[in-house]
């Protein structure tokens, strides 16, 4: 749980799964399985930020900026994705979000597949 990256991975896998999950949902007028699937994935944000925070709080000191990001990019994936959904429900735009939503992806999973617990590729 320390030292490994196993279970922060699951978690962010079956956040990302179950928040396509809620978009086909909403988009199916679904609004009841919605809500459901909706709790289960805010269940899976406080997963994913445990498992992060563990990692964190005994890596962090191998290169505090570079963590630093990776906790930051963690958070605002959670934030974008709930908001992307929160927006959809209500016919709002989203372009923006998704953007982030993206680009906040990418910056995160390379700084999580660079640092050296887990996966390494880029050492
Ligand atoms: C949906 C959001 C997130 C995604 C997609 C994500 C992605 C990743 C990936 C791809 C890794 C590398 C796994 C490995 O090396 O085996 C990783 C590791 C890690 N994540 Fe996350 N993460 C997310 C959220 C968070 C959050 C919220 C935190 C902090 C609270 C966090 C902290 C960490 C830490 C400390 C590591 C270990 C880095 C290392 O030394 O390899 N992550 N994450």
Known sequence: ???????????????IILFVIALFLLKSGNKKATKIVQMILR???LLIIATGVTLF??????DPALYGFKFLGGIVIIAMMEMVLVRTNLNKKTGIFWAILI?????????GARLPIGWNWFA
């Open 57 to 62: 709080a005994r890596h962090s000191d191998f």
């Open 103 to 111: 680009i906040a992806f990418i910056v995160t999973f390379y700084l």
């Open 1 to 15: 749980m320390f030292d490994r990256t196993d279970a922060h991975i699951t978690t962010w896998a079956i956040a």
């Open 43 to 45: 269940v899976f944000y």
